[in-house]
């Protein structure tokens, strides 16, 4: 587990996600080795003792680590800035282990409304259910974080770009605000992935990910990942609760999203391009309504996106006439772009949130986290955009009838 000499903190971006990590076997293969293995066998039993005491620093079994994992952690979290990082079975994983791991009973979490269908299950619905109070807001309304934050509060959870809507909220006003009341601020960046947003730099204490999405890339592989700087967070709750509830990452799930990070930058930065040219596209064609996307000067949060995002990312999302019929009408005349509800791949994918990803949520609760029934949500993928637009246009046409 020691630092491995060939790993060096100065190296730049796009070598820390080629490199950064890598610990060589003493077969000095050039890959990175899958670690298929699930425990490790001591020379002594004084030596299981020490390891057991943690006065020996080495791998025990790998519910707790695993070198592979390790590898993938370690470069992620050089990738990010952080210190520290745990990779999960799923980014779901990630979410709930870095909330239950430090609330008790009578705490109180602040969360922006406009979350994931499970990160919002999460909030609303299971965390009250062991007597931790939930605050859900307005995550665009800075008055409504004052307002909430005025009170001691555990814990302060966002999504920035929120799935599917893409609202932006501004990170480091809300982390100001947190801090004040007594609140770890957890930001969930999978929609800017850790390419185009870096909450750290703007004082969040913890981020989460669904490396499924972005860092996998090519939807092969669920897995997800907790990082920080705060020490006393990960080493005395966020370790300890891993360890004995067994969320861990598959070290064949870690390997491909260490390899999936070699070409991260890469990927996410054309996807952008990409997504770029469909959201202004999809603005100029008759049958959408509405174009959601944080990089078009209509979006209401348009100067704040462009203030904390190095890019605005891969996701449009848009109301196609009609409602629900049209949307459907619409899903069901794609020729190239697939209904899928992942996102984040190289495979453009399309999904119609209120009767999937947001289908379990009463049309109230849907309506007011701004899920229409003819909101359709694209992860443009890295096919050339050419194929992209023409198979958009002729399905919003279809739609049309
Ligand atoms: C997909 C997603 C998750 C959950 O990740 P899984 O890997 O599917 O468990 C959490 N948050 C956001 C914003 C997501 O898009």
């Not at 974080?145 to 809507?165: D, G, H, K």
């Not at 770029?276 to 596209?281: L, Y």
């Amino acid at each position: 587990m020691g630092d491995d000499h060939r790993t060096d903190k100065s190296w730049r971006q796009a070598t820390r996600l080629v490199r950064g990590g890598t610990e060589r076997s003493h077969f000095a293969e050039t890959s990175e080795g899958i670690y298929m293995t699930s425990g490790y066998v001591y020379a002594t039993a004084e030596e299981a003792e020490q390891a057991f005491k943690g006065d020996l620093n080495r791998f025990i079994y790998s519910r707790y680590a695993n070198p592979t994992v390790a590898m993938f952690e370690k470069r992620l979290a050089m990738l990010e800035g952080a210190d520290l990082c745990m990779g999960t079975a799923s980014g779901m994983a990630a979410v709930f282990a870095s909330l239950a791991c430090m609330l008790n009973a009578g705490d109180r979490v602040v969360a922006s409304r406009a979350l994931f269908g499970s990160c919002h299950y999460i909030v609303s619905e299971l965390l009250p259910c062991y007597g931790i109070e939930t605050v859900l807001l307005d995550g665009t309304d800075l008055a409504q974080w004052e307002e909430a934050l005025s009170r001691p509060t555990a814990c302060v959870f966002l999504e920035t770009p929120s799935n599917p809507t893409l609202e932006i909220i501004d990170i480091k006003a809300v982390a100001d605000l947190s801090h004040a009341a007594g609140a770890k601020l957890v930001v969930d960046n999978v929609f800017a992935s850790p390419i185009l947003q870096r909450p750290f730099d703007f004082g969040a204490d913890i981020v989460v990910y669904s490396a499924t999405k972005h860092i996998d890339g090519q939807g092969r592989a669920m897995g997800g990942a907790i990082l920080t700087n705060d020490e006393d967070y990960f080493e005395n709750q966020l370790k300890t609760f891993l360890r004995h509830t067994g969320p861990s990452l598959s070290p064949f799930n870690a390997w491909i999203l260490l390899k999936g990070l070699e070409t991260l930058d890469l990927r996410v930065r054309q996807h952008a391009v990409n997504a770029r040219a469909v959201a202004e596209f999809a603005s100029s064609l008759k049958g959408i309504d509405r174009v959601i996307y944080p990089g078009l000067p209509s979006h209401p949060q348009y100067e704040l996106a462009a203030a904390q995002m190095d890019d605005a990312g891969n996701i449009v999302s848009f109301d196609i006439e009609g409602g629900r019929d049209g949307a459907f009408r619409f899903l069901n005349a794609l020729r190239l772009i697939d209904i899928s509800n992942n996102l984040g791949d190289a495979k453009s994918l399309t999904t119609h949130p209120a009767t999937t990803t947001h289908q379990r949520f009463a049309p109230e609760v849907r309506a007011e986290m701004g899920i229409g029934d003819g909101l359709v949500r694209l992860s443009v993928g890295l096919e050339d955009v050419e194929d992209i637009k023409e198979d958009l246009a002729q399905a919003v046409a279809a739609a049309a009838g």
